[in-house]
């Protein structure tokens, strides 16, 4: 009767032992849930951010792209039927563009966030070699027709109102050309400024090289089109973070410790090198750096909060294995209790980053989450020595999640490695379980 009994007892035990073991996983669950209503105000807060960025860049200036100078030569279409002959253009572009452009940031301030944007500072040199022989001959366009003194170089900017607050000059021969907005009506060629240049027939058997200086405020990015059959690009700055974009990258890699040092070369094979009256917009076919400092903490912040069922799960396995082992009991509410502290640890993470950074951030929330749950399970138990067992788990968790998330190209690697030693971890320790 009595072995009746304790066989009785001891499988009550276990269901208790099983019953409550499968009530912790599905808390665990519940408790990743508030993780995901987090997801969402990291995304908000993001948003903000990018709302701050552009409302600088407005009153700022946004994206610079910058293409030529090209020439346009005006001309006279062939009359027909006493008609007058309709004025046409001719664009042609430089044999070789010689741009040399250095970028410096500055930061401006809305709300919490900081926003910034750079003043450039662009050299170019474009050289004409003849345009008669060949490229004239291409539009066959006879040469009573074509009106050279109301030729014109064009220069492309496409934040023209707010990036330029100085006058353009362009120098040709001896001449110093005053750059106006451009007015006629052309849709494809946007912002842009253009210079007069009186040019004489002669003039089209020579060659021809312009240079130009100027300064520029932009944001985000500043990018050059390859107006020309060879276009060689040098940018420097002290940028701290680049990333090269456009049709083609850099010659060189960029020294990351030196800001930005590059050089570009293009051989154009994709554009002719004159086309007739219709403008073709080059900006398709630009290169150059995005110029954002990267500000990754709502990026790194979302990454950890990926990983809250791991922590958690693995938080209440510790306490489980502890509660089994040692025969200490915990109540269903102290592990959602303890549940809950691990939760806020990615509100303490999100609020505290926006000030100090992801990195301390993390660090003061994880110190501040551990030191909790420790002094929680410590008080519970009477034990300082399963009180430091939990404080070394959630240390060895929280430390992992964190070197997961700056090693982002072997995350998957880490992750995998990390999920199969902690279950090896947990399979050992639960020998001593009886189910």
Known sequence: METTQSTISTLIDKGKLFFKAVIVFVMAFFLWIPTNIIREVINEREGRQKEAIEEVSSKWAGRQTITGPILMIPYNGNAANGVTPQKKYAWFMADQLDITSSVAPQKRHRGIYDVVVYQGDVSINAKFNSIRDIKLKQLAI???????????????????????????????????????????????????????????????????????????????????????????????????????????????????????????????????????????????????????????????????????????????????????????????????????????????????????????????????????????????MKSGKLATFIAFVLTVVYGYIFTIIQLQDYSLLMGSIGLFVALAIIMYFSRKLQW
């Open 142 to 380: 006879p040469e009573e027709n074509i009106l050279w003194s109301e030729a014109k170089l064009v220069l492309q900017i496409s934040d023209l109102s707010r990036g330029i607050n100085e006058e353009i000059y362009i120098k040709w021969k001896d001449s110093s050309l005053l750059c106006q907005p451009w007015a006629e009506p052309n849709n494809d060629i946007g912002d842009a400024v253009y210079a007069s240049v009186p040019l004489k027939p002669e003039d089209a058997n020579t060659h021809n090289e312009f240079t130009t200086k100027f300064s520029l405020h932009g944001s985000q990015q500043l990018m050059f089109s390859p107006a020309a059959r060879e276009t060689r690009i040098k940018m420097t700055g002290n940028w701290p973070d680049p990333s090269f974009t456009g049709i083609k990258l850099p010659e060189t890699p960029n020294d990351a410790d030196s800001g930005i040092n590059v050089n570009w070369k293009y051989l154009n094979r994709t554009t002719p090198m004159v086309w007739n009256d219709q403008f073709i917009n080059l900006q398709s076919s630009a290169m150059g750096a995005n110029l954002i400092i990267p500000v990754d903490g709502y990026d790194k912040t979302e990454r950890s909060v990926k990983y809250a069922l791991l922590c958690i799960i693995l938080t209440f396995a510790a306490f489980f294995l502890i509660e089994t082992i040692y025969k200490r009991n915990l109540h269903l509410l102290q592990y959602g209790l303890a549940g809950c502290a691990l939760v806020l640890f990615y509100t303490l993470l999100l609020s505290i980053s926006e000030y100090v950074g992801f990195n301390l951030a993390y660090l003061i929330a994880g110190v501040a989450t551990i030191g909790l749950v420790t002094w929680f399970v410590g008080s519970i």
